[in-house]
């Protein structure tokens, strides 16, 4: 009674601060576990903090956590559940005031990370942005800027930004960009097929941007 374990391994609980009590509970499990006898009451998004010499004063509830109620009893406020933020803002009174955090996105109720190809730069419950077309996070979730998004390998972006083409020494597959064989090649960037060397030419090399003359 009058104590609390907010930590898992313990050998000792820790003692409830001056002037709160369990109310007469075993097993608390957190500080807000200990009830304030005679404190000032706070209003919604602040909590009781303990001074010291059994004296507590209301304070903002930090940010990424709430306090709903208007009560003289609550010592902690009520953490964000997982991925949830309130994006830097204290003094929260609401659970609906903790929103997704950047790279995620609001699904069924529940915060999840934007998928592959897909980022969110700011916190809030809307839905992920695409990456542009041809544009890849190389299959990374989560992502929180579009500079995550990058042409696939093989590949790199036009010179207008509009689009990824196939670079140098790699041709255009069903598969994607794929480096061409031996006895092939490909000289520039773009969406073409990798050519064979001509006669008297060779390439023993794999992604080659073009083909070695045969030996006088």
Avoid: M, W
Wanted: aromatic content about 6%.
């Amino acid at each position: 009674v009058d104590q609390f374990q907010d930590e898992t391994g313990g050998t000792e609980c820790k003692s409830c601060p001056e002037s709160t009590s369990t109310e007469g509970r075993k097993g608390t499990k957190a500080v807000g576990g200990c009830i304030c006898e005679v404190c000032p009451e706070c209003s919604a998004g602040q909590y009781l903090y303990h001074f010291g010499d059994g004296e507590f004063r209301c304070a903002e509830c930090p940010a990424d956590s709430y306090q709903e109620a208007n009560t003289h009893k609550n010592t902690e406020c009520q953490k964000c559940s997982v991925h949830t933020t309130t994006d830097g803002n204290a003094g929260s009174t609401s659970e609906s005031d903790c929103v997704c955090k950047s790279g995620y996105t609001l699904v069924d109720g529940t915060c999840e990370a934007c998928e592959a190809g897909y980022f969110k730069v700011s916190a809030g419950n809307q839905a992920c942005g695409a990456c542009r077309k041809g544009f890849t996070t190389a299959g990374k979730t989560g992502s929180t800027s579009e500079d995550a998004c990058r042409c696939p390998p093989g590949s790199e972006e036009t010179e207008t930004g509009d689009g990824c083409v196939c670079s140098a020494g790699f041709g255009e597959t069903e598969e994607g960009c794929e480096a061409c064989e031996k006895g092939k090649y490909k000289a520039d960037a773009g969406d073409d097929v990798c050519e064979d060397c001509a006669v008297d030419q060779f390439q023993d090399e794999t992604g080659g941007t073009e083909c070695k003359s045969c030996p006088e």
